[in-house]
């Protein structure tokens, strides 16, 4: 599942092949990314987390 969305996000291609007894396997490979972070991108995450229930209930405290 987070593969296919790393996927999506075009920070992974992913290369199907087969294997010696004819299974499919899927190889994937890191796509080069520059990533910067700061707080505001950090709190908005959060945020959003907190939005959707991913996160815990003491993510924001103190911010």
């Known amino acids: 599942m987070h593969l296919e969305r790393l996927e999506k996000a075009e920070l992974v291609i992913g290369h199907l092949e087969l294997s ?4 499919a ?3 994937f490979e890191l796509v080069p990314f520059e990533l910067r972070l ?5 709190l908005t ?3 959003e987390d907190q939005e959707t229930g991913a996160g815990g209930d003491d993510d924001l ?3």
């Open 61 to 63: 405290k103190g911010v």
């Open 20 to 23: 010696e007894n004819g299974k």
């Open 25 to 27: 396997m899927k190889h």
């Open 38 to 42: 700061t707080a505001d991108t950090i």
């Open 45 to 47: 995450a959060l945020r």
